[in-house]
């Protein structure tokens, strides 16, 4: 992956943060009426241009702007800082979250977190239940998936046609595939994010997965994660699943280390 200029690297993320907003394919006139980027339009172009030869950007037949690749978005996540950009405030988000007590009351507490992952992010939003920290000790049918948000999803753009529906709907419903995929998207230490191809899974190669895990005592830990297309709002979807972490195994660490 090549280093890009500050410039190159304004302009990618400009393409990239306006494409998210509108779902469109970006041109330079965009770039330099949104962003406070002191080049002018021909400059833009013939950086667009650069950053296509790259492999950062492509170009549709049928329209004049350029749209992120897998490898754009990658650079941009590796080169953005995304603290503090969240909106809620972490006492309002934690006033959501209602203590668990037994297995039925902790499945019922997963799904609200699953809920509110969702209605915060308009996106679909996971909890894998907790398990031990070796993953291998652990068999995926044995484990439980909350899903919550599907809705969302189909009503994005990029989720028109009939045939990547149909893929994306097959993929959930492969509940044990799905729990494995989502269990080696999950880093141990910190949030992660998996975009296209990275997946290595053809049916979700058009979204991205945002995900981290919670602590959940005696050596357990579970995952939350926020499912949408590749052009998500990251800004607030990285904050938000590293803070709700954080907020799960406060509430949950020490209450499981207790039974």
Same mark, same amino acid.
């Given at each position: 992956?090549?280093?890009?200029?500050?410039?190159?690297?304004?302009?990618?993320?400009?393409?990239?943060?306006?494409?998210?907003?509108?779902?469109?394919?970006?041109?330079?006139?965009?770039?330099?009426?949104?962003?406070?980027?002191?080049?002018?339009?021909?400059?833009?172009?013939?950086?667009?241009?650069?950053?296509?030869?790259?492999?950062?950007?492509?170009?549709?037949?049928?329209?004049?702007?350029?749209?992120?690749?897998?490898?754009?978005?990658?650079?941009?996540?590796?080169?953005?800082?995304?603290?503090?950009?969240?909106?809620?405030?972490?006492?309002?988000?934690?006033?959501?979250?209602?203590?668990?007590?037994?297995?039925?009351?902790?499945?019922?507490?997963?799904?609200? /977190?699953?809920? #509110?992952? @969702?209605?915060?992010?308009?996106?679909? %939003?996971?909890? +894998?239940? !907790?398990? *031990?920290?070796?993953?291998?000790?652990?068999?995926?049918?044995?484990?439980?998936?909350?899903?919550?948000?599907?809705?969302?999803?189909?009503?994005?753009?990029?989720?028109?046609?009939?045939?990547?529906?149909?893929?994306?709907?097959?993929?959930?419903?492969?509940?044990?595939?799905?729990?494995?995929?989502?269990?080696?998207?999950?880093?141990?230490?910190?949030?992660?994010?998996?975009?296209?191809?990275?997946?290595?899974?053809?049916?979700?190669?058009?979204?991205?997965?945002?995900?981290?895990?919670?602590?959940?005592?005696?050596?357990?830990?579970?995952?939350?994660?926020?499912?949408?297309?590749?052009?998500?709002?990251?800004?607030? /979807?990285?904050? #938000?699943? @590293?803070?709700?972490?954080?907020?799960? %195994?406060?509430? +949950?660490? !020490?209450? *499981?280390?207790?039974?």
């Amino acid at each position: 992956m090549e280093i890009l200029s500050p410039r190159q690297n304004s302009i990618l993320q400009g393409v990239i943060e306006t494409h998210i907003e509108t779902s469109q394919p970006v041109g330079s006139r965009s770039i330099a009426g949104r962003y406070a980027i002191s080049f002018s339009s021909a400059t833009i172009r013939h950086e667009m241009g650069a950053l296509e030869e790259m492999g950062y950007l492509t170009h549709p037949h049928t329209s004049s702007g350029r749209l992120p690749t897998d490898h754009g978005y990658r650079y941009y996540l590796d080169h953005t800082s995304f603290e503090d950009h969240f909106g809620e405030p972490l006492d309002r988000l934690e006033e959501e979250l209602v203590p668990a007590d037994g297995e039925n009351k902790l499945e019922e507490f997963l799904d609200h /977190i699953s809920l #509110l992952l @969702s209605s915060l992010s308009k996106e679909i %939003g996971l909890t +894998l239940m !907790p398990f *031990e920290e070796a993953p291998a000790s652990e068999k995926p049918g044995h484990l439980k998936l909350s899903l919550q948000g599907l809705s969302y999803m189909l009503e994005k753009p990029e989720f028109q046609d009939i045939r990547k529906i149909r893929n994306l709907l097959g993929a959930f419903e492969e509940k044990v595939a799905l729990m494995e995929w989502v269990l080696m998207r999950a880093d141990p230490q910190q949030v992660s994010v998996s975009v296209g191809r990275e997946h290595s899974n053809g049916a979700l190669e058009d979204c991205a997965i945002v995900t981290a895990r919670y602590a959940a005592g005696k050596n357990r830990q579970g995952v939350i994660a926020i499912l949408g297309p590749k052009r998500m709002a990251y800004r607030r /979807i990285i904050p #938000l699943v @590293s803070r709700m972490a954080v907020a799960v %195994g406060d509430i +949950l660490e !020490p209450r *499981e280390s207790e039974t």
